[in-house]
């Protein structure tokens, strides 16, 4: 069975600092893919990366990087330099190439940075 | 570049009614697509997806059914609502089921 738990159900920053979305999955497949979305507050899921579970590289895009580790099935996020338009809710999510790619979403990590 | 439309964006219905919301994607072919849903506070659940018209599998038994009349359009019904099936519904599509799903702006549907 799949499983992806974003532990973190809320999160509340100032501006600036930097903050890391933890997201850890459960799966017996050794084929899948992990995804983060951004939901901001009109509601659209906003696709942000998309890892294969054969390339652990960690990756950075401006001021988002992610961390892939598989010896602790995690996926974490991190936000550098935190900015009011990041405040939104992040959603890590995991599909298996065996179960169809069908996407498993965790509860989502909803950040707040204030001013 | 492919986009994804939603409509209505937001829906009030009172309970017993019947519900048909709209998904339409543009700029590519015979897309898979896939309809969410995600309750007050919480994750999303995959309620149906499509690999072709005519072809909708369900995840989730429910009040709810789906249909692909034409290669781009998925449309969520209900011939009669519940108070449960009050949330946010989205729609998403992906090149096949290997891809990355991409999402519409979503309908807020509010059962009264």
């Known amino acids: 069975a799949q499983k992806v738990t974003q532990a973190q159900t809320e999160i509340s920053v100032v501006e600036k600092e930097d903050v890391t979305l933890d997201c850890v999955y459960e799966?017996?497949?050794?084929?899948?893919?992990l995804f983060w979305y951004k939901q901001p507050p009109s509601g659209e899921l906003v696709f942000l990366i998309r890892?294969?579970?054969?390339?652990?590289q960690n990756e950075i895009s401006g001021r988002y990087s992610w961390n892939f580790q598989k010896s602790t099935s995690s996926f974490n996020f991190t936000i550098t330099a935190s900015q009011v338009v990041d405040s939104a809710v992040y959603f890590c999510?995991?599909?298996?190439?065996?179960?169809?790619?069908?996407?498993?979403f965790g509860g989502g990590t909803r950040l707040m940075v204030k001013p | 570049s492919q986009t994804i439309h939603q409509w209505p964006a937001t829906l009030v219905q009172p309970v017993g009614s019947p519900l048909s919301l709209e998904c339409t994607v543009e700029?590519?072919?015979?897309?898979?697509l896939y309809w969410y849903r995600q309750a007050a506070g919480r994750g999303l659940q995959l309620l149906f997806y499509?690999?072709?018209?005519?072809?909708i599998s369900s995840e989730v038994p429910q009040n709810l059914s789906a249909s692909r009349p034409q290669d781009r359009q998925f449309i969520l019904s209900s011939k009669k609502l519940l108070l449960s099936d009050s949330g946010f519904y989205l729609c998403?599509?992906?090149?096949?089921?290997?891809?990355?799903?991409?999402f519409g702006p979503g309908t807020r549907l509010l059962v009264l």
């Open positions: 998403a599509w992906s090149e096949n089921s290997q891809e990355t799903q991409y």
């Open positions: 799966t017996r497949d050794t084929t899948y893919y």
């Open positions: 890892r294969n579970s054969f390339d652990e």
């Open positions: 999510a995991l599909s298996e190439v065996n179960a169809g790619n069908m996407l498993t």
């Open positions: 700029g590519t072919s015979n897309p898979n």
């Open positions: 499509s690999v072709g018209i005519g072809q």
